[in-house]
């Protein structure tokens, strides 16, 4: 099982910037696909961003153009750098680690999660 620890959560205005990382245990990090996803009260988990073993990334159309997705295999992290923040971007957000590699959008694919990092922006 790969640890998950995610960090960088906290509040901030419309229009802001935050940048949320996640530290993952063990070695041979490089060949896991990696996910954000989020989760708002009342509403169920979605996909956020995910980036491959390739360094492929993938967005949910609310996003793109606004997130972007990085990973270093060096530090065993991956970040997700969040522009251009909106009230509607209020959630939990949940690092995943996936072992089939992939940037895949459905939470079903990974296979170990995060305890989550609060994301709150203010109108």
């Known amino acids: 099982q790969v640890q998950l620890v995610e960090s960088g959560g906290g509040l901030v205005q419309a229009g802001g910037s935050l940048r949320l990382s996640c530290a993952a245990s063990g070695r041979a990090f490089w060949i896991y696909g990696m996910g954000w996803f989020r989760q708002a009260p009342g509403k169920e988990r979605e996909f956020v961003a995910g980036i491959s073993r390739g360094a492929a990334t993938a967005y949910a159309d609310s996003v793109k153009g606004r997130f972007t997705i990085s990973r270093d295999n060096a530090k065993n992290t991956v970040n997700l750098q969040m522009n251009s923040l909106k009230p509607e971007d209020t959630a939990v957000y949940y690092c995943?680690?996936?072992?089939?590699?992939?940037?895949?959008?459905?939470?079903?694919?990974?296979?170990?999660w995060g305890q989550g990092t609060q994301v709150t922006v203010s109108s």
């Open positions: 995943a680690v996936g072992r089939r590699g992939r940037a895949d959008s459905s939470p079903v694919t990974y296979d170990d």
